[in-house]
């Protein structure tokens, strides 16, 4: 069952949100050469503790650490470490979440470590951030959960791969519903699969993650010896954005973008709902 939030509900997502995007500045901030996995780790602790906020990552599934950190081929799920020392020209994905009152909110991005990044990485990145606004776009009233899986395999797909070829869209996980908890129905995938049929209608109240994961190379992943860390099967290097979303009566409100996806959003021609704690 997909859970419908109220408007007093989204306030209370978008307080969560906020927490979250004051994670990702933070981390962001201090992703540089020299830092280990475990050094961003407690930034987020830090952070959390600031606004008493609870982590949703720490203990799930009896996941160890507060936030996720998955550094070039690993795609999602990387426990934070001493001894993963971010080196000059390596990209990390940071996923991470937020309890305020019992409402969650989880969001990710990539970074760039230092510079010198191949070009054919900064595209990766770019493609996947953008697949992912695409997908927040087409997160309209009367629409269904497949548009918004069609319009991020759509976008990946209609993108040129420096080099050649094809990008991977990551098969084994996807977006998904959010609210009371942080994993809920329905499940989204990043590309259309016809068997799964149209999905639910989207209503005003209805939240997601929405969360793309692109390789330069294959879409299949296999999970490390600590049960946690996934890691493309050919080793080639991934990106991971995610935004959490509700759906309002005046359209959607992004609720982990600080701006509440004003601005992304205006480039698609969609004006963001407003938001409740301004």
């Not at 901030?29 to 830092?35: H, N, Q, S």
Request: overall charge negative.
């Amino acid at each position: 069952m997909v859970q419908i939030k109220s408007p007093e509900q989204i306030a209370k997502m978008r307080e969560a949100g906020l927490v979250v995007a004051a994670i990702h500045a933070a981390t962001r901030e201090a992703a540089v050469p020299g830092a280990s996995t475990k050094d961003l780790d407690d930034v987020a602790r830090k952070v959390l503790a600031e606004h008493g906020a609870k982590s949703n990552f720490l203990g799930y599934g009896g996941f160890p650490a507060t936030i996720c950190t998955s550094v070039n081929e690993v795609v999602v799920h990387g426990i934070p470490s001493d001894d993963v020392v971010l080196k000059d020209g390596d990209i990390i994905s940071v996923d991470c979440g937020a309890i305020v009152d019992g409402w969650h909110g989880d969001a990710a991005y990539t970074a760039f470590v230092g510079s010198g990044h191949a070009p054919e990485l900064i595209e990766l990145s770019r493609v996947t951030e953008e697949s992912m606004w695409a997908g927040i776009a087409a997160m309209k009233l009367g629409n269904r959960l497949v548009d918004i899986s069609r319009a991020i395999e759509t976008y990946i797909r209609r993108q040129p791969k420096p080099g050649g070829g094809k990008y991977g869209i990551v098969e084994d996980y996807g977006g998904h519903g959010i609210g009371t908890e942080m994993h809920m129905d329905p499940h989204l995938l990043n590309y259309v699969e016809r068997r799964r049929g149209k999905g639910p209608k989207l209503v005003p109240g209805f939240c997601l993650a929405i969360e793309p994961m692109v390789s330069l190379g294959t879409p299949r992943t296999e999970v490390l010896s600590d049960d946690w860390t996934v890691v493309t099967t050919d080793g080639t290097w991934s990106s991971h954005w995610e935004h959490s979303v509700a759906l309002t009566e005046q359209g959607p409100l992004v609720l982990t973008a600080p701006d509440g996806g004003r601005a992304k959003l205006a480039e698609h021609g969609i004006t963001a709902a407003p938001d409740p704690l301004a």
